[in-house]
């Protein structure tokens, strides 16, 4: 793969990434919608930093780290939500009472957060 090209992969993945969001947020699997909405914002973040800094991406998975690595000028709400779903993809990704995590996450509040990732998901890749 061409060096120039790197972050066609890492953008890839992204979009690889929400699609299965979705489909866990139509087969009602909430928990793991989140988490891979967290995984789709972290990669388009990793693969803008590849295209515009050409630097391969830290093993970090804290989305807040790449937005300030990138000096992104964004929307106080867009990172305020960035900075949440920061917060909640912890226990996504590692559940001390799944349960209770299950409950929750409503399908208005993850449907929400699966829209609102879907167009910062497009606003970044348009940087």
């Not at 890839?12 to 299965?20: A, K, R």
Request: proline share 2%; aromatic share 14%; net charge neutral.
């Amino acid at each position: 793969m061409e060096n120039d090209n790197r972050h066609e992969e890492w953008y890839f993945q992204s979009d690889y990434d929400l699609e299965t969001a979705f489909d866990m947020f139509k087969s009602g699997r909430y928990v793991y919608c989140i988490f891979m909405c967290h995984l789709s914002l972290e990669k388009v973040l990793k693969g803008l930093l590849v295209k515009t800094k050409r630097e391969f991406p830290s093993k970090s998975h804290s989305l807040i780290y790449f937005v300030e690595k990138l000096e992104l000028k964004m929307e106080d709400s867009s990172y305020e939500f960035l900075f949440t779903l920061n917060k909640i993809s912890v226990p996504t990704r590692y559940p001390e009472d799944l349960r209770k995590l299950v409950a929750a996450y409503s399908i208005g509040r993850t449907e929400n957060i699966l829209n609102r990732t879907k167009e910062i998901q497009l606003w970044i890749k348009q940087q």
